[in-house]
């Protein structure tokens, strides 16, 4: 596998302007993966590439065709990887789970080790202008339709449920691996590590005892969030306004593209008038944040604190799952901009907001210890890691699903949704 993120031949067959170019592409891909798009300025990308900022128009109009470039190259080069994975998987003859695990592991490997350009097209995607998007649309439509015929396969050939549709499965396997450029620390997980105890994971749930009885009943969501509407002066029913239409046009737009006039309009007032509430759009993204996770914590909380009616470890994990999963779609906007908005923030806002993730990991790793001490999670799965690839698999969610479409074809309710995350992450997708 090569380590230049744009796959660009050896620099003695290349003229120094195209190696320029590609010096330029690499910088780049390398910002935007570790900061961002929209804090990535042309100053920083030439800075990183040893130049003069106006040097950069010399090879490239503006920023936009800076960032479509790298996307497709991080993309092309992750479908082109897995894709040789499977073809070879299919040519020597080899069983499903094996052929699994080293499609995971390849695009594990371009996701967070040998391409800064396919980890900057993961984490920049959902938050780019939609015309953008639409531009790479095909090129991820195939990526997904070759997961799509290789689960569909299997599903044939009797190696993975059928009580659930390939293009729901597809996309919970894709979450759980995306979401590790959230996490993924080189040091402490190698990429071979990784890969096997995600594959795993996926393929065989953490429960040691399959098909126990779970949640058949999901309840309609019942937690109060951190913004009640109808209490207080009229200056905090305004405040709280503000901050509701904030999350929502920043869970949508992202943070660097939603403005404080997109903001008003959300919330139907004039522009200025928000400045009586908030000093900044700073300011209001760190109570947005901060109510989101508050909110989760504590709702999430409450559930695995409910031991009298829900004795069974496993049960207390579907509940957990479901109340998380409630969070992020019906019961809170701050939880789902949140989760959208974090990995492209810049560090020193994560950084003020880290205690409060800290505490909902610790959260989830004493439930999840608790079960394998009890004997109700497999003893080979280590906490940590499958707390990160459950959480990942969950929070992915909000990148693709839609309850709107409840009643389309092929369309999951919410329920139904919570349901199936439950199945996979306690049962895994394998048959039984």
């Given at each position: 596998m090569s380590s230049n993120?744009?796959?660009?031949?050896?620099?003695?067959?290349?003229?120094?302007?195209?190696?320029?170019?590609?010096?330029i592409l690499a910088a780049a891909a390398k910002l935007f993966r570790e900061e961002g798009y929209h804090a990535s300025t042309l100053r920083k990308i030439a800075a990183k590439a040893g130049m003069e900022a106006g040097s950069i128009y010399y090879h490239f109009a503006s920023k936009d065709v800076i960032l479509d470039e790298v996307l497709d190259a991080g993309l092309r080069q992750l479908v082109d990887a897995v894709k040789q994975t499977?073809?070879?998987?299919?040519?020597?003859?080899?069983?499903?789970?094996?052929?699994f695990g080293a499609m995971v592991d390849t695009h594990l490997t371009y996701l967070l080790l040998a391409s800064d350009s396919t980890s900057a097209n993961i984490r920049n995607f959902p938050t780019l202008p939609e015309e953008m998007r639409n531009r790479h649309r095909p090129l991820r439509r195939a990526y997904a339709d070759l997961w799509d015929e290789f689960l569909g396969d299997a599903r044939k050939a009797g190696e993975i449920r059928d009580d659930i549709k390939v293009v729901p499965l597809r996309q919970f396997v894709l979450g759980a691996l995306n979401w590790t450029v959230e996490w993924y620390d080189a040091e402490r997980y190698p990429i071979g590590m990784l890969s096997q105890r995600a594959a795993k994971l996926i393929l065989d749930g953490m429960s040691t005892e399959h098909g126990a009885a779970m949640l058949s009943i999901i309840s309609?969501?019942?937690?109060?969030?951190g913004l009640p509407d109808d209490e207080g002066s009229k200056a905090s029913r305004s405040r709280r306004h503000i901050l509701s239409a904030a999350a929502r046009i920043m869970r949508d737009k992202g943070y660097s593209s939603a403005t404080l006039r997109d903001i008003a309009d959300e919330a139907g007032m004039e522009a200025g008038s928000v400045y009586y509430h908030f000093e900044s759009k700073d300011q209001i993204l760190d109570e947005v944040l901060d109510i989101g996770l508050r909110d989760l914590l504590d709702g999430v909380a409450d559930v695995m604190a409910q031991t009298y009616d829900k004795p069974q470890h496993r049960t207390r994990i579907a509940a957990a799952i479901q109340?998380?999963?409630?969070?992020?779609?019906?019961?809170?906007?701050?939880t789902s901009a949140n989760i959208r908005m974090y990995g492209q923030l810049p560090k020193a806002v994560r950084a003020r907001h880290f205690?409060?993730?800290?505490?909902?990991?610790?959260?989830?790793?004493?439930?999840?210890?608790?079960?394998?001490?009890?004997?109700?999670?497999r003893p080979d799965i280590k906490v940590v890691p499958l707390r990160q690839v459950m959480l990942g698999a969950l929070n992915w969610t909000v990148e693709w699903f839609d309850p709107d479409r409840d009643g389309l074809d092929d369309a999951y309710s919410l329920n139904d949704m919570v349901r199936m995350l439950q199945i996979l992450l306690l049962d895994g997708i394998v048959a039984r």
């Open positions: 993120p744009n796959n660009a031949p050896q620099s003695k067959t290349l003229s120094k302007s195209e190696q320029t170019r590609n010096q499977g073809v070879e998987a299919k040519t020597n003859g080899t069983g499903f789970r094996e052929a309609e969501p019942d937690v109060k969030t109340r998380h999963f409630q969070h992020l779609f019906a019961e809170s906007e701050f205690p409060v993730r800290h505490d909902y990991g610790n959260l989830w790793d004493r439930c999840l210890a608790a079960a394998q001490d009890a004997g109700e999670i």
